[in-house]
């Protein structure tokens, strides 16, 4: 569908609840102003069902259709949550409160998903039950699990579930998505060596973990290159690394920290059982120990083939066939949505959002001239999986 008028005319309403979310940005599960106001405007809007409180600070909206008895429930995820990054954007509506900004597009996701619910809430061209679902804590938090646990599929019912994010450099107006893995787990790891330490200028008596940390480092690269197909996906990065406190003192340990992430779980399985082997051997090689401590995160971001096909089919209706990439390679961050899709069946999308900086990025900003495609986007899906 190209963006009917009622759309385009809730497009500036739209990005004003979207500037007074990126004024205001609220970390993880701290959430209690967005998800205030989000509750608010869904009561306004006359949805029949506004409840609070799902995942501890997450919004669930319920709106049903001109015979809701007699259709399928779908769910629709939007996420909340800000990053604790000082932002450098020059914009009007920058972020009030130093050290937090919307460096995601989250308070863009919310705002498309409101004007949905707002146009859906107000026609009702449709047979069965919207959820529209606002979560907190994606980032890192796993608000997603937390709304699972806390009952929302089953709850309403729920059959199927979709979500959306914006992705930079996609053209303003365009769709990117793929059956299967589409995004990665996210797990941590840390290692501790434990060496001998003694004076810089006597390592022969010592036993030197920062040597033996700094090959750990470089043999942790060979997972990737020796010890997973070619043809599958795996990053082991190292990200931190801590040890000593003067020039000529050799410390007694040194503390690494990174991310691991895979698109599947054998890979996931694989890999983890890798490190551990590699850091015993390297460490014992060297004469010290070692310990991992492996931290599973967010699971991949799995794709279902049927509702993939659907979703990309309702973004060609939006934004016509020449914008809608329907086998987009994966993406190697991760996304709590994954929880989602492990309960219902679904599939997650990526829309354009322009010429932006990256995300997580300081200068980062949403584009506001994609709020109209995610809102239509949400509209068409609702009205075409649940057509009367």
């Known amino acids: 569908m190209p963006i009917v008028n009622r759309i385009a005319a809730l497009s500036d309403e739209m990005a004003a609840w979207r500037h007074d979310f990126h004024e205001n940005p609220e970390l993880l599960y701290e959430v209690h102003r967005t998800a205030g106001i989000v509750a608010d405007r869904l009561r306004e809007f006359g949805c029949d069902e506004v409840v609070t409180g799902i995942g501890r600070t997450g919004v669930v909206g319920v709106i049903r259709g001109r015979q809701s ?14 990053l604790p990054i000082m932002e450098t954007a020059d914009v009007p509506y920058a972020s009030k409160i130093p050290g937090k900004m919307h460096a995601c597009g989250h308070d863009g996701h919310t705002a498309m998903l409101l004007g949905a619910a707002k146009y859906l809430a107000e026609t009702r061209n449709f047979d069965g039950t919207a959820i529209v679902i606002f979560q907190p804590a994606e980032e890192g938090g796993g608000g997603g699990k937390a709304m699972v646990e806390d009952g929302l599929m089953t709850r309403w019912n729920i059959e199927e579930v979709y979500g959306m994010h914006n992705m930079p450099a996609l053209p303003v107006g365009s769709f990117k998505i793929r059956k299967g893995p589409t995004m990665a787990s996210a797990d941590e790891i ?3 060596v434990e060496g001998r330490g003694g004076h810089g200028a006597m390592p022969h008596q010592c036993i030197d973990p920062v040597v033996i940390g700094a090959q750990i480092v470089t043999a942790l690269q060979t997972i990737a290159s020796r010890n997973v197909d070619p ?12 040890a000593g406190t ?14 691991v992430r895979t698109l599947n779980a054998a890979t996931r399985d694989a890999v983890e059982k890798r490190i551990h082997e590699i850091v015993a051997g390297v460490a014992a090689a060297g004469g010290a120990t ?3 401590e492996y931290r599973r995160g967010y699971p991949p971001t799995v794709n279902h083939g ?6 990309a089919e309702v973004a060609r209706k939006v934004a016509g066939d020449s914008h809608v990439d329907a086998d987009a390679p994966p993406v190697m961050g991760a996304e709590d949505f994954s929880f989602m899709l492990e309960a219902r069946p679904g599939a997650f999308i990526f829309v354009g959002n322009g010429d932006s900086a990256t995300l ?8 506001d001239a994609a709020l109209p495609y995610g809102m239509s986007y949400w509209v068409e899906l609702v009205e075409t999986a649940l057509a009367p």
Request: include cysteine; charge should be negative.
């Open 246 to 259: 003067a020039n000529n003192i050799i410390p007694q340990s040194a503390w690494l920290n990174g991310t």
């Open 231 to 242: 043809l599958d996906s795996c990053v082991v990065s190292v990200t931190r690394f801590e």
């Open 69 to 82: 008895a007699s259709g399928k429930t779908i769910g629709l995820r939007a996420d909340m949550d800000a």
């Open 306 to 311: 049927p509702q993939t096909d659907f979703a």
């Open 190 to 192: 840390t290692i501790i």
């Open 290 to 292: 070692a310990r991992v």
């Open 360 to 367: 997580h990025h300081p200068a980062y900003d949403f584009n």
